[in-house]
């Protein structure tokens, strides 16, 4: 089909959505993909380029000219606009916004791109519905009209005074029953949630949640109406942020996809496996340390990587739960409460596993003295993992720093070594050697 | 302040966002609770209702008369009324039913009861604007006032014909702009998504980010219009889609939550770990069938956590981009490329580690050839692990399980047990113990 047949593609691609369209480049070559750009109404092209994969982006954008780039901009809203500019290069985006038709478009994209990607102003938009307190009703509906064109979707009305600061907002019904003498200030609601600008892009998702917003104002210092959020930027904000904390509880440092390259896989690979590299050595030199008790107890050595295994296990469970409840903060009572609690269940737990390896113990017909050093250093070591588990979070946490890398290798790691350390020690003292 | 004085309590209330009280209330003791839900307006406890934990809630629903529930129900949505009356046992909802004023309310909620929680049916509510394709605009415009007092966001108006079957969409704008002598079917627009209220609600999320959609019509198998999907409900699912994918890589097998009781945790806390227990025995002794190696080579003993790690490490940082990779549906090629790409990561990164842990061992005066035996098993562990870690998620897809399974404990422990079965086997080769 991709045999340059121009009038074939865009009867075919006439009716599909933009979604659509965005699978169907992802799966074509980059010559092909850039063809079908110049070929299709940059109407539908616009949107699906937002859609398509990051890299394959990269490589479309650098084939177009600043020119047809300045098209597609042309046809999206001032937020997708300058997500899609910001991945250019200054130079580029310069050459682009020169070349955008409407001027107060490309004025609106170049404030977008001064905000950090991760605040509030990063992701709003300048579309919006706004409205003087001062205007009386008919007036209102006229220049509303006038504005909802440019908007995809309404969402709310924000009221603003004569300096544009946030006043209250307006609902559509109290608009079509109120009488014409009114004016806006009579009918407006002066309640309204807002963010400002500077406010990270999490918090903003939080208050959005909380309040069940489907858009919601955002405001400078001094309260002037800037832009608008909408939910679906939000429910992106969202998904980034579990998938952070996924990947950081499986190892990966970097955001990366199975069709990366292998220099990208490897650069968010290696770092955590170079940590449980030295993690592994400094157990090793411990374990060296203990070594005279190869002889008359070898099963001890055995029994390390269940012991180190299993540290590791409790301590990440500790820690996505504290996690969790930091993200969703539902985290409530006093530190020694969670302390006195956190050491009962790793009691319960302890106790309960340790019987299990006492008797599998016993069915390996390993001695008894050994069996009962084992099953208790095992309760031991996971009451101090799940301590770790439950405050490296909490402490990171404090220090600002983000809590899910606790639950990645970086505690497995330290847990793997103390609980080795911990295990000869104790045996040490039961079986004296 | 929860002296019981009322007016204070409610004056202080009066100007508070649904979603603060809700906070307040999960702070409160249970009889606290109770006493303000019995004195504040309905209208302002059913949504924080919705809010507050859901274990608190439950303990005040038992508290609450179930005539008192269905006035709280009234306030409500169906979707949010049915999810509420869902966790009451079957007797309760039927007379809490048969309490509510409003006749089709009922009858509203308890057709939505029917439905599976995970699917569309379980998502979706009642209230939504539908008109008829043969009303006249005017005629229109009347009916559609009076369902839209209903209904507290309008997002979309559907269009169905005499038999309730969705024929389309209407925009607002087209409406007003329309001629009084138009009927709907003429300015309606034929193209609209919608899903079957079967449907998968992974599958509802995933459709309408896909499309960006702030709601979606839910019709039955004959195309009739059931109910309307909105956003909010789908951030719910995207929510907890992903914090049931990081508990599982953190080995949890159940949604718990930090506050929960110690039985809770434990319950699911505890079966990864016996998982672990078992794997740990396991490796002990696979490590007992290799003893003759203790006399000689000690050190490879103390290797054994640093392979078992490693091995683990690997296989969940493959494993979780291929988790990632599914749920995005974004993987492509076949799986030969995929195989010959994860052997050369592998390959990369275990050389790199290779060469880290060969220094290390010389440098902590190991034998050289024990340092070249952990050197090799090293890169050709990684290997497998990374083997493993890729497509056993792969089959347990094909086969319908949740792939993100492959990311907890299970396949770690699997790992572990591979690793060191492997690693003593190499040194068993090499050394020719």
Known sequence: IERRDDQVIIDLFAEEHTADIAEIIDELSNDDATYLFRLLDSEKTAEALLDIDEDDRARILSKLSEKEIAEH??????????????????????????????????????ELLQYDEDTAGGLMAKELVKVNENWTVPNCVRKMRSQAQEVTRVHSIYVVDNKNVLKGRLSLKDLLVAPASATIS??????????????????????????????????DSENHLLGRI??????????????KDYQMAA?????????????????????????????????????GGFDEALKNYPELFF??????????????????????????????????????????LALVNGVFLALIVFSLGLLLKYP??????????????????????????????????????ATGPFITTCNDIFGIFIFFTIAKLILGF
């Not at 309204?192 to 999490?202: H, I, Q, R, T, Y």
Request: aromatic share 4%; hydrophobic share 50%.
């Open 73 to 110: 901009i042309d046809e999206l809203d001032t937020d997708d606009a300058a997500d899609l500019i910001g991945s250019l290069s200054n130079e580029r985006q310069n050459i682009v916004l020169s070349n955008i038709e409407d001027g107060d478009h490309a004025k609106d994209i170049a």
């Open 368 to 405: 008894m003295k050994v069996c009962s050093t084992i099953s208790i250093s095992l309760i031991i070591v996971i009451i101090i993992a799940s301590l770790v588990g439950t405050f490296v979070p909490l402490i990171l946490h404090k220090k600002g720093i983000d809590p899910a890398v």
């Open 186 to 219: 009579e009918i407006s609601i002066p309640k309204v949630d807002f963010v400002n600008v500077n406010d990270k892009a999490e918090e903003v998702a939080r208050i959005m949640q909380k309040y069940d917003l489907e858009a919601i104002p955002v405001v």
């Open 303 to 344: 029994f390390t990587p269940l012991i180190a295994a299993m540290a590791g296990n409790v301590g990440v469970q500790s820690s996505a739960i504290i996690v969790q409840g930091l993200a969703k903060d539902n985290l409530r009572g006093s530190l020694l409460n969670r302390m006195f609690k956190e050491i009962s």
């Open 251 to 287: 190892g990966l440092t970097d955001d990366v996809e199975a069709d990366d390259s292998i220099i990208d896989l490897t650069k968010a690979r290696l770092p955590w496996l170079v940590l449980g590299l030295f993690g592994g050595t400094a157990a090793a030199s411990i374990m």
């Open 230 to 243: 909408t939910i679906d930027d939000i429910v992106d904000v969202i998904k980034e942020e579990a998938e």
